[in-house]
């Protein structure tokens, strides 16, 4: 078995879900080439070779130019906050290296087609974490809309919702600013059911969509903590916040479905509800993450008298990923949406070939991100402008 040098630039939330899948995905799948953790890279050095050592990683580096000079790392993996995806996706790209991107792509869509230009050139193989695609229930339910089993889709019906920020003395973060995070709620979780949305129903045509900020002033983060941006401490002074708290829309898909998007995360008791339901002319399908391993089905075929939701537990040997792990009823979790998706990038690199969600697909992804602020400032119904010269 051959095996490929991973260089991972971040070390907090999602350095940490990434660490845990590159460490796991050849434990369960057989993958070649199988990934050598070689460095870590951050620029605190204390707390970057603190994650070296408790993530599993053999070195580290605190600049990330060193990173991508290094011959024994053949695939980047950019777990940064947004405003730095553009510059060290390209560079990576450019360095020759295979490159992995944290979604959303970028933090604007004029630095998403840098990246995809970048990719285009660089020829290696690119993928955006868009990691929920990767949950069984969800390749589950898009091979049952393959299938033709729900029908037509006139329906998609997608909600976002948190409530880590519904403290108005919730600092801002990292998250809470425009020129770090791009947007709020919009980049980080709508972000999300776009990408399901397009995965599952297909391209978004035009919407129509509105933003808002609740808590226009928030504590300013105390320079010593930073990170993942979920947890902080505040200072005394008092800042404006930059980003939207929710975002909600209504769509059109290519195909004629009608969609609704919400996200926020100023939903109390909401901690992670990434949900959605699809309704079409044969049937319907629901799916939530905060019960990832079920997938809600209702079938019109199904014999009069007998008809109803029914819940399918995804994990039996015959489910999309589910068989690699443990037999049926032993339930997967949030993690394994990662380890599934770094299992398929390195099929991809064995094969030549870049994974979906692609940069192009990412950049997509962008698109719809973009046309919602157009829309919710003109308030005029919007097209996402996806041609890439
Ligand atoms: C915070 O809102 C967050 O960690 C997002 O950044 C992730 O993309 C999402 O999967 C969970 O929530």
């Known amino acids: 078995m051959s095996e490929i040098g991973i260089g991972l630039v971040g070390y907090k939330f999602m350095g940490r879900a990434h660490s845990n899948a590159w460490r796991q995905v050849a434990h369960f799948f057989d993958v070649d080439p199988a990934p050598r953790l070689r460095a870590i890279c951050g620029r605190d050095e204390q707390a970057t070779a603190q994650a070296a050592k408790q993530l599993g990683w053999e070195g580290y580096e605190t600049d990330y130019h060193r990173l991508l000079a290094r011959d024994d790392i053949q695939l980047v993996d950019v777990a940064t906050p947004g405003n730095t995806h553009c510059e060290i996706g390209v560079a990576a790209l450019e360095a020759g290296k295979h490159v992995l991107c944290e979604k959303p792509l970028a933090n604007t869509l004029e630095e998403a087609r840098r990246m995809v230009e970048a990719a285009r050139k660089a020829g290696t193989v690119n993928m955006v974490d868009f990691n929920y695609r990767r949950a069984p229930a969800v390749q589950l339910a898009k091979q049952l809309i393959e299938e033709g089993r729900i029908g037509e889709i006139r329906h998609f019906r997608g909600t976002y919702l948190q409530d880590w920020i519904v403290d108005p003395e919730f600092p801002i973060t990292w998250r809470l600013r425009r020129e770090t995070a791009g947007s709020g709620a919009l980049g980080d979780i709508a972000a999300h059911v776009i990408d399901l949305a397009m995965f599952l129903v297909g391209p978004i045509a035009e919407l129509s969509a509105t933003l808002k900020t609740f808590i226009k002033e928030r504590p300013v983060e105390t320079?010593?903590?930073?990170?993942?941006?979920?947890?902080?401490?505040?200072?005394?002074?008092?800042?404006?916040?930059?980003?939207?708290?929710?975002a909600a829309f209504i769509a059109y898909f290519e195909n004629g479905a009608m969609g609704t998007f919400e996200a926020t995360r100023l939903a109390p008791g909401r901690r992670n509800r990434n949900s959605f339901e699809i309704n079409g002319s044969l049937g319907s399908i629901v799916w939530d993450l905060e019960r990832l391993n079920e997938l809600e089905v209702f079938f019109a075929d199904d014999p009069q008298g007998?008809?109803?939701?029914?819940?399918?537990?995804?994990?039996?040997?015959?489910?999309?990923?589910?068989?690699?792990?443990?037999?049926?009823?032993?339930?997967?979790?949030?993690?394994?949406?990662?380890?599934?998706?770094?299992?398929?990038?390195?099929?991809?690199?064995?094969e030549n070939r870049s994974p979906a969600p692609t940069f192009e697909d990412g950049y997509k992804v962008q698109a719809v991100l973009d046309a919602v602020e157009r829309s919710a400032q003109s308030r005029q119904w919007t097209k996402p402008e996806y041609e890439l010269s």
């Not at 903590?225 to 708290?245: K, W």
């Not at 589910?322 to 394994?336: M, N, S, T, V």
Request: glycine content about 14%; overall charge negative.
């Open 223 to 246: 320079a010593s903590t930073g990170g993942s941006g979920l947890q902080a401490a505040r200072g005394a002074e008092r800042g404006e916040v930059t980003v939207d708290d929710a």
């Open 306 to 350: 007998a008809q109803g939701f029914r819940t399918i537990n995804v994990t039996e040997p015959v489910h999309p990923y589910a068989g690699a792990y443990w037999p049926a009823g032993h339930i997967l979790g949030y993690e394994h949406t990662f380890v599934n998706t770094f299992k398929d990038l390195l099929d991809g690199v064995r």
